[in-house]
DNA sequence: GAAGATTGATTCCTCAATCTTC
DNA sequence: GAAGATTGAGGAATCAATCTTC
């Protein structure tokens, strides 16, 4: 890019892709499956009754109303979380995670966790973790506003 | 994440796609094409010659082969790059930045220099951004090799 | 009419298989 | 047989349009 002062933004971008064709393969080889399915575990897992209105869990998982629809889809087909009508908001959605699916996410985190210690976290000493966390949560945060 | 120490992970994660979004969305809103168009264009640019093998942008775009054969048949249809047999190799082709695509690389720069700078630099302090950007790389020279 | 969610059509990505040249 | 690139088929992301309930 024609710089003035060279932004960290470009080297996001490579890191996070190449993070990402690097997780995604050890989950592919595992026989897992893919990130976007660990992400909506994960964050059912961490709501209250583990349950959340899709356009909750849609904004939390940064996608569009559309893609968490089909994703939902996907992981319903496989057991993984289950549909509720929302009772006092007839419009409304929940998806609920079922046993299988906490089960299939402790199992992903099983190479997801280890993953992410040795492409990422390992390069890192405590101290650059710490501001890089600090540095990305407040970025992140601006946008959300 | 059930987290000994939090990683910078997830918050990495966040960050690139609430930015890639947003940038997305203004490249979008002034009829520009996309990132992707946007990372070719700029690589073919700084390679020597404007030019590059498919397997090297491939590289470098952090993407696989199949993607970036249908990538630079549209931006070929647009007039954007050219392809080209190599002559010592003949099973290899260069793609080839044309002056069209110097010139919208030089307009959509336009639009995503002030994203990167009012969606993310705007966050960081001088030695933040020098840091980040130092992590960031390291992490991905780990993996490129 | 607006909010919540889904669907249809299109575009794009990915895997495996293929073609060509080395 | 292997490397470079492409193609066909299937899966997933997106936009706009739709349906339902408020």
New interface residues.
């Given amino acids: 890019?024609?710089d003035e002062?060279?932004?960290?933004?470009p080297?996001?971008?490579?890191?996070?892709?190449?993070?990402e064709?690097?997780i995604e393969s050890r989950l592919a080889s595992a026989g897992l499956p893919d990130l976007a399915c660990y992400d909506a575990l994960?964050v059912l897992e961490q709501a209250p009754g583990t349950r959340l209105r899709m356009h909750e869990l849609a904004s939390r998982m940064?996608?569009t109303r559309s893609s968490i629809t089909r994703l939902i889809d996907r992981l319903e087909a496989a057991g993984l979380v289950q549909r509720e009508r929302a009772g006092d908001d007839r419009r409304g959605a929940f998806a609920v995670l079922t046993a299988a699916g906490r089960d299939l996410r402790r199992r992903m985190?099983g190479v997801y966790?280890p993953a992410?210690?040795d492409?990422?976290?390992r390069?890192?000493s405590?101290a650059?973790?710490?501001?890089?966390?600090a540095?990305?949560?407040?970025?992140?945060e601006?946008?959300?506003t």
Same sequence: chains 1, 2.
């Fill in positions: 890019m024609p002062r060279p932004s960290a933004w080297a996001l971008l490579t890191a996070h892709a190449l993070m064709r690097a994960w940064v996608i985190w966790r992410i210690h492409l990422f976290d390069h890192l405590e650059e973790s710490t501001a890089l966390r540095c990305l949560s407040r970025i992140a601006a946008m959300r």
